[in-house]
């Protein structure tokens, strides 16, 4: 699976818009981009998945150019509640794949 | 739509004991994860299983880590004797095989059993 680099963490204000970028330079054609988000105390949980251009739903965005060797997730006017360690993966997303996680990047957001 | 579950969610015992963990996946989900997290890192892959056989072990610590799933449904994972290091979460995650409407390969984890070994 492909290594992925993103920051350690990540300060933010309420209502602000936070983006979080990840490098994957060494991205395979086959390969998905997918974005999990961990609270305290509780498993990780699917965000967000995409292979190119732009995915929005109604949680996040997800923004991948065109060499797909970066992406990056963007939280719209965060709150409170999206404090918390966010994942970048790569790799086949095939169901019944397991997923290779990194330290990913803690949000720290404050009123 | 049920979760997947896990019990017991805390579990506190010396060093050379024992402790087994219980996960009961999604309904319907061939697929079962077991994961360690310790404090500060991102979830690490133990064994996958798909329905009762065994996909991936090659990062669980055979000497005194040991899981099944019997009829390809709820999982143990033992652990005999447990050593400081051990001290982790461990996270039971459930997904689909094959093909799916959504097809993203998603896993759902269960809230996690908090080991701690003194």
């Known amino acids: 699976l492909a290594k992925t680099t993103q920051p350690i963490s990540m300060d933010s204000y309420e209502g602000q818009e936070v983006n979080i970028t990840c490098s994957h330079n060494n991205i395979a054609t086959n390969d998905y981009i997918t974005w999990y988000q961990q609270f305290p105390s509780q498993g990780p949980r699917f965000i967000i998945q995409g292979y190119k251009t732009k995915v929005t739903n109604e949680v996040a965005s997800l923004f991948i150019p065109a060499d797909r060797k970066s992406s990056t997730l963007s939280l719209p006017r965060v709150s409170l509640s999206d404090t918390a360690v966010y994942y970048c993966l790569v790799g086949v997303q095939e169901a019944g794949t397991a997923l290779i996680f990194g330290k990913g990047t803690t949000l720290s957001v404050s009123s | 739509e049920a979760g997947v579950a896990q019990s017991p969610r805390y579990k506190i015992i010396e060093k050379r004991q024992s402790v087994a963990f219980w996960c009961n996946p999604i309904?319907?989900?061939?697929?079962l994860y077991w994961y360690q997290q310790i404090l500060g890192q991102g979830p690490k892959l133990l064994i996958q299983f798909q329905n009762n056989g065994v996909v991936d072990d090659s990062q669980l610590p055979k000497d005194r880590f040991s899981a099944e799933r019997l009829k390809g449904v709820d999982s143990t994972l033992k652990i005999q004797p447990a050593k400081l290091e051990d001290s982790a979460v461990y996270l039971c995650a459930s997904s689909l095989t094959g093909w799916s409407e959504r097809h993203t390969g998603e896993l759902f984890f269960g809230e996690g059993s908090r080991l701690t070994v003194l």
């Open positions: 309904s319907g989900h061939a697929t």
